[in-house]
């Protein structure tokens, strides 16, 4: 017998929350503080280590270097004020990258396919969303305060970052329950991180000699009205974040989540080369289309101008490898001179890794091996030139263009930086049934694991010290 008219009981979210938490084994309170002990000690000791890392640049900085104190202090705190910005953007395009809202493939199969409100469900992914923007806007504001040791009101400050991570974060949100194209908003996000890195290339270049005199000038009122309006937007943008909820669909919840999931399995796992393949693949899907071409030559000479071809497609890596040559200049600037020749192998390194792509992908698919032919050495080298020529090239722009830059160091990154790249791209898969050792402070640890991730960073650390004794001899 059908019963006709009889009403629908629905659920409200909040029980369906509460029938979830009730599944969870619960923990104890001892258990809890014991945790929350442990994990403080560790923050405790890397956050000492940070503080004493950053008190001694500053007292190098202040201490003297190639440059006068008035051109130090302006282009630094130019050159923090466009990182800055520049890390808003990133923050950006970080979080449409991710989302911002993301539910799991269970939440997405048992709980938003049913008639339960889904902007409620989803009201505590967007405050787990809003917090993550609002921490990271205001540490980006206590980094800017760290690096230009401005005066100012700190209250209102803190503040005005934190409304401005919840804006940022909100107005993503919107764009992600939007039918406007996401990949659009990125593209202009990527114009402006360009731009914005062109901007502190020039005022490394240029030395200007402005300072941010109106930072300190304005008095607290000045920061309390602005940290008011900007509160008021934070209010405003959250309340359409909320609103917009109820249009979000489970195609849409779930556009990081391929991303979302690598990066849980990278971190999980101590090994980041799912999180960069999804990456890597994501970055192909914007392109989209390719021209196809035929490559002459021999099988050496067509690998290699298979690989520029790469190169030439992911522009990005390309403009990475050209920015970070102002990084030795910038260590110049600032008179860091001690750390220069450390800092230039390591930055080498990061610069010639953007160059490194299809050798990682020819080292870590032995599908693609087979598919290309050849012996694996001769695949090897073929995929070493793209990165052996711009380790050279980087290094030889460095001499030219920075003051203060030997050629003895120059040269050691040059053949440094791609070997270290050569030292992480073959790798082999972890293996993760390493005996695990007590050390005392750091508890069992898999020495063997931990052996087996200093691959290439073991290198890159003794060619740093290389370079540092070379400097000092």
């Known amino acids: 017998m059908t019963v006709v008219g009889a009403p629908r009981i629905v659920p409200k979210a909040g029980a369906l929350r509460s029938r979830k938490r009730s599944w969870k084994p619960r923990r104890s309170l001892p258990y809890l503080l014991y945790a929350l002990l442990e994990r403080g000690i560790y923050v405790a000791i890397l956050g000492g280590l940070i503080v004493e890392v950053v008190r001694s640049g500053f007292e190098r900085v202040e201490g003297g270097g190639a440059a006068p104190e008035a051109v130090r202090t302006s282009v630094t705190q130019l050159t923090a004020a466009v990182i800055a910005v520049l890390c808003v953007v990133l923050l950006a395009k970080a979080l449409l990258a991710f989302g911002p809202l993301y539910a ?15 902007g409620a469900l989803l009201s505590r992914h967007l405050a787990v969303a809003v917090a993550i923007g609002l921490a990271v806007s205001a540490g980006l504001g206590f980094a800017f305060l760290a690096v230009t040791r401005l005066s100012v009101p700190l209250v209102p400050w803190f503040t005005l970052w934190a409304a401005l ?5 909100c ?6 329950a939007g039918h406007r194209s996401v990949r659009g908003v990125q593209r202009g996000l990527s114009v402006a991180a360009y731009a914005l890195v062109g901007v502190a290339a020039a005022i490394l270049v240029l030395r200007p000699g402005y300072l941010l005199p109106g930072l300190e000038q304005a008095g607290t009122v000045a920061y309390a009205v602005c940290a008011g309006v900007v509160l008021a937007l934070a209010v405003v943008a959250a309340h359409l974040a909320r609103r917009s909820l109820d249009a979000m669909t489970r195609g849409m919840v779930s556009s990081g989540a391929e991303l979302a999931t690598a990066a849980q399995v990278s971190v999980l796992s101590l090994d980041v080369t ?5 990456v890597a693949e994501r970055r192909a899907r914007t392109i989209a289309r390719v021209r196809p071409a035929a490559i002459s030559g021999s099988r050496f000479v067509a690998l290699v101008k298979a690989d520029l071809a790469r190169v030439r497609r992911t522009p990005t890596g390309l403009f990475i490898w050209a920015a970070l040559m102002a990084v030795p200049y910038a260590v ?18 990061l610069a010639v890794d953007r160059l490194a792509g299809g050798l990682r992908v020819v080292s870590r698919s032995p599908a693609i091996r087979r598919a290309l032919g050849g012996s694996d050495l001769s695949l090897t080298l073929a995929h070493l030139v ?7 090239l980087w290094s030889a722009g460095t001499v030219v263009l920075v003051p203060g830059v030997p050629v003895l160091t120059a040269a050691v990154s040059a053949v440094g930086a791609p070997a270290v790249a050569y030292r992480v791209a073959t790798r082999p898969p972890l293996d993760y049934s390493s005996p695990v050792v007590d050390v005392g402070l750091f508890g069992p640890t898999p020495l063997g694991l931990v052996v087996q991730l200093l691959r290439g960073p073991a290198l890159l650390a003794g060619l740093a010290l290389l370079q540092t004794a070379l400097a000092a001899g």
């Open 104 to 118: 799991g493939a269970p939440a997405r199969t048992w709980l938003l396919s049913t008639p339960v409100d889904r």
């Open 274 to 278: 799912l999180f960069w393949s999804i």
């Open 386 to 392: 793209v990165p052996a020529a711009g380790a050279v």
């Open 165 to 169: 991570g919840v804006v940022l974060t």
């Open 332 to 349: 110049t600037v600032v008179g860091l001179t001690a750390f220069l020749p450390a800092l230039h192998t390591v930055t080498a390194f």
């Open 171 to 176: 107005l993503c949100v919107l764009v992600q």
